[in-house]
Every structure is written in C-alpha cells, then in structure tokens.
C-alpha cells in the first residue's frame, strides 16, 4: 500500500528497520523536505473505483473514500495491521478526509501500529503541523503515551519539530510532562537530539532545570553529559548561570586586557637596546595572556575581547596625552578639542552599549497567544516567526545570536562594542564612530608635535629612515600608542563613511545591503541598492534616521520598527515605489 506519503521513494523501507514509532507505515524521518515534496506530487491513479479504501485515503481520493462509507464501511474498522483509516489519512496529512471520518464516529485517539499509536502520534513524527492543529481541535489527546513511552511533546523533541513544540506548549501541554521513563522533554533533548537545538528551544519555555527522571534520577544536564552532547550542556549551564558572575567575568577581562596593553608599551619602553630581550619577553607575555581569560573569563566571555581592547587603547591614548603630550599643548584650542572628542567618545560608547537596540520583548502569555494564532492561520513558517524567540518577527528584524534575541531594524553586531546595532541606539554608534575617528585623528597629531619638541632629528633635515630609527629611540612608548590610534582610526572612519553612504544615499541597514548583494549574484539582471521602499532620497533618508527636521525643510517619517509587521508608506515613499 502506498500513497503521494508512502510514495515509491520509501517502498524499500517496508523491508528493513523502520524509523522509530513509525513501523511499517511511516515517511523515513530523516528524508529531506524536497523528496517529501516530490512525493505529494505523485499523480493519481487512473481509475480509482477499484481503489479499496485504505489506498484512497493514502492517496486522498476523497470521493472515493466518501462512496465507501456511505456504502457501510466502517470508519474505526482497522486494516490487517491494525491502523485505522484516520492514521492513514493523519500520516499524509489528507484534512478533508479527517475531518470527514470524525464526522462518521472514527475515535480520534484510537490506538494502532506497531508502536500502539494515536493519529496525533504519527502526524507529530511526519511533522504535520495543520494535522496536528486539527486533531487537536477533535478532541486528541496529547498526554496519552504510545508504545515506546512517548508522548506528544516528547515525540516532537524527538523528531525536532519546533514549530509543533511551540503549538503543543502554548495550547497547554507541561513543558515538564514526563515520558514511561520520567524523563522531560527538556531530558530526552539533552540525552537523545545531538546539539544545541532543540534543547535551547525548549529552555524559552522555562522548564526545570533541576528536576530528575524516576529511573536513574539524572537531571537534564546529567543527561547531555552522559550523552556527550557539549551543544546541549553549553545551553544548559548558560541557562542557570548567574548574571552578577558575568559581570565580574567582563569587568576581569577589561582589567587584564588594560595591564597587558600597559607590560606591552612597558616592554618597548624598557631601557636596553637589546630589541631580542624585549622579543622574549613580548613573546612570554603573550602566551601567558592567552591562558588567563580562557580561565577566568571563559570562552563564551571572550566575544567582548575587542571591546575591552578599543576600551584598554583609549585608557593608555588619554593617559599619554595627559601625561606626555600636556605640557606641549596646554592651553592650546587642540587641547580642549582632545578633551571634548573623548568625553564625546565616552558618552556615545555608553549611549550605544546601554541603550536597547531594539529587542522585541512579549510576554510569556503573549507568545502563547501569537503562536496559536500564527499556526492556526498556516503562518507559522521561519520567514515571520522566530523560534528563538517566539514571537512573530517585526519587519527588517532580525534574530542575533550572539545577543540571543530579535533586533528591530537590525544592522550588525557590532564587534567593538559587544553590543547589536539596530533601531533604538543606531544614531549614538554613528556618533561613537565620529568621535573615536576624532580621538585617535587626535593623538596622531599630538604624537608629531611630541616628537618635534623632544627628538634630536627632523623628517626634513635628516630624511626618512633617520628619523625613524630616532623617534623610535626617542620614546616607543609614543610610537606605540601612536600605531594603536592609528588602527583605530582607519576601522572607525572606514565604517563612518560607509555607515553614512548606505544611511543618506540607499536608505538600508548594513544587514539589508549584504543580503540584496548576495540576492544579486543569483539573479540574471543585476539589483540596484538603490531601488528598494526604504531609499527615500538624500534629505528624507537623513531626516528619517537621525528624526531631525532640517530646520523645517524636510518632514522625517516616524516609524516604530519594534512593532511594523508590514510596510506602510510614507507620502514620499509611494512617490518613490511609483518611479521604480
């Protein structure tokens, strides 16, 4: 017997070891969605009247069905194999037949297969999310146990199908509910599903961490240990981490990163013209830097490590000024200048660290909420749902990683400040960009005055290689401090400019421009940047972003990306969607 589900693709797997929970009946788990595709567009038979009625629910020749039953075949009547025709017409996902055998008295939790299964069982394994909504809304019972001790959670853990987790848990199943065994779903993930999903799936729900199963009383980091899954134990022990040790954690990597930066000018500074010596010893330095922040910060810690650096830098680039650099330029408009682009700088790090970026927050009731009505309206799909998250995605959002959530208008994480670019601190990292250029354009104006007052030579009389090898005679330290702002300074006006042109001139995120690239490259004509509803023109781009009038000359539209689900246009966007 076979259908467009149980396709001739799957014929040899009725011979060999079968899926577990599906015996002889079920779609190979593990095929992939194009060849389960493939089979849903299976032709029909030519001549379904002499179809018996187990294949025409197979294959979901409804009117045939329709005629069989009405001739008195008996709906809760099971086949040889004890499956009734609502496990067929459950397994191939055929609503319209369900639907129809309910209404002729079949026993939606009726029990059959190998493995002594509901429909609701076998439409969870093939991952039929609609089926699952509908026998559900029947009456099926989802705590019922099939013959492997599975119930329904349980067995969506199992086969990895999130959306259908979500569904289960918001229509009220316990995220805690335990199998024949007493393992959680929370358990059978860690121990059985090899990675981070869906074990990080199921800790947004909130379950117990510290609950044991009643065999081996084995909690569900127990589990992911025995079974070696580093993925699930990572998730597991960032779940019941603490956040007070994180803090200490960055605040001992800034501390480390600020005295390694100091023994490396230190180092360089050193009186002696043994320039081995101080290889020797740059080269022990850095390898003992290397063990410590695996040890006291960890590796998950370490992502802040640019951060720490740009902010070490900037300490030892003030430190110089005010110490070596003070008496050449005080009372000089330079000084203060300096004095001001830092504090500037200061702020605008701050305003984009601490500031929400944009983070879509629901509450627990709330997703619930928004994924029954997503998967009851067929539009709980990856595109507008984020199972991360569980919350329907804003529109230009995006879920981070690294920051664990969705980020509204998102444009990058960004590297040196640890922290998402998105809608809510987007202006202040331009500015940071802006102030930190001016900073380290600064220092490397202060470090050439330094060297004219206190070096023997000049680049002029003496030429280059000269002058070199006597201002590095004269003060490494400078010349230290003078190459960390000049690193600094070509990222941050590199990422200025272009943070710029895409704001004024393509009206995009960094996020949007990369993936219309990428879009380009596989497309016959090519995409231009420019032609997309979010470009606006020069002025209007600019007012919009940074909500500045212009004096008057430019009305900025007021968008709350946090909460656009779908677009709506501004006067001068319909004049823009109009001419492209």
Not at 253 to 282: E, H, P, Q, R
């Amino acid at each position: 017997m076979e259908g467009p589900g149980l396709g001739s693709q799957c014929r040899n797997h009725s011979h060999g070891p079968h899926p577990p929970g599906f015996g002889r009946y079920g779609i190979c788990a593990h095929e992939n969605k194009e060849l389960a595709n493939a089979r849903e567009a299976l032709p029909l038979i030519e001549d379904s009247s002499n179809c018996d009625i187990v294949k025409a629910t197979q294959y979901g020749i409804f009117e045939r069905c329709k005629e069989l039953v009405e001739a008195g075949y008996d709906v809760r009547q099971p086949d040889k194999e004890n499956v009734s025709l609502l496990h067929w017409a459950a397994i191939n996902n055929r609503l319209d037949l369900v639907k129809f055998y309910i209404s002729k008295g079949a026993v939606v939790d009726q029990l059959g297969g190998d493995l002594n299964s509901t429909p609701l069982h076998w439409a969870i394994r093939q991952g039929h999310l609609p089926m699952v909504i509908l026998l559900l809304q029947r009456g099926a019972d989802p705590t019922l146990i099939d013959g492997e001790g599975f119930s329904s959670i349980h067995l969506a853990v199992l086969f990895q199908h999130m959306p259908i987790i979500a569904y289960l848990i918001s229509k009220g199943q316990s995220v805690n509910m335990t199998d024949v065994n007493g393992q959680t779903p929370l358990m059978l993930s860690a121990h059985k599903v090899i990675g981070p999903e869906p074990t990080g799936f199921l800790l947004k729900f909130n379950p117990s961490l510290n609950v044991v199963d009643k065999i081996h009383q084995n909690t569900p980091l127990h589990w992911a240990v025995a079974a070696g899954n580093v993925n699930a134990v990572d998730k597991l022990l960032e779940a019941g981490s603490s956040l007070d040790i994180q803090n200490v954690k960055l605040f001992l990597l800034l501390m480390l990163s600020v005295i390694t930066m100091w023994a490396v000018g230190y180092i360089l500074d050193f009186n002696s013209d043994s320039w081995l010596l101080k290889g020797c010893l740059l080269v022990t330095l850095f390898f003992l830097t290397s063990l410590f922040p695996r040890f006291l910060v960890g590796y998950k810690n370490l992502v802040y490590l640019p951060t720490a650096f740009l902010l070490s830098s900037v300490f030892w680039i003030f430190m110089t000024w005010f110490i070596l650099f003070f008496p050449d330029l005080a009372g000089a408009p330079f000084y203060f200048s300096f004095i001001f682009s830092i504090v500037a700088f200061l702020y605008f790090f701050y305003k984009t660290w601490a500031t929400d970026p944009g983070f879509t927050k629901a509450s627990e009731e709330e997703k619930k909420v928004n994924i029954i009505t997503l998967a009851e309206t067929g539009s709980l799909d990856f595109r507008t749902f984020c199972t991360s998250c569980l919350i329907r995605k804003p529109l230009r959002s995006l879920h981070c990683h690294v920051c664990n959530s969705c980020v509204a208008r998102y444009d990058q994480h960004c590297l040196w400040t640890g922290r998402c670019i998105g809608f809510g601190n987007h202006h202040y990292y331009i500015f940071f960009l802006f102030f930190l250029s001016m900073v380290c354009g600064w220092i490397i104006y202060g470090s050439f005055i330094y060297w004219s007052s206190h070096c023997a030579t000049t680049f002029k009389e003496d030429g280059l290689w000269t002058y070199l090898n006597q201002i590095v005679a004269c003060s490494p330290w400078v010349l230290y401090v003078l190459m960390l702002a000049t690193f600094h300074f070509s990222w941050s006006t590199f990422l200025l400019l272009n943070q710029l042109f895409q704001i004024a001139f393509l009206g995009l995120t960094s996020h949007e421009r990369i993936s219309l690239q990428k879009q380009s490259k596989h497309m016959k004509q090519t995409l231009s940047l420019r032609k997309t509803p979010y470009n606006l023109g020069f002025m209007q781009n600019l007012a919009d972003f940074f909500q500045c009038g212009c004096f008057g000359l430019v009305k900025p539209c007021v968008v709350d990306w946090t909460s656009q689900y779908t677009m709506v246009f501004h006067p001068a966007r319909e004049k823009v969607l109009r001419s492209v």
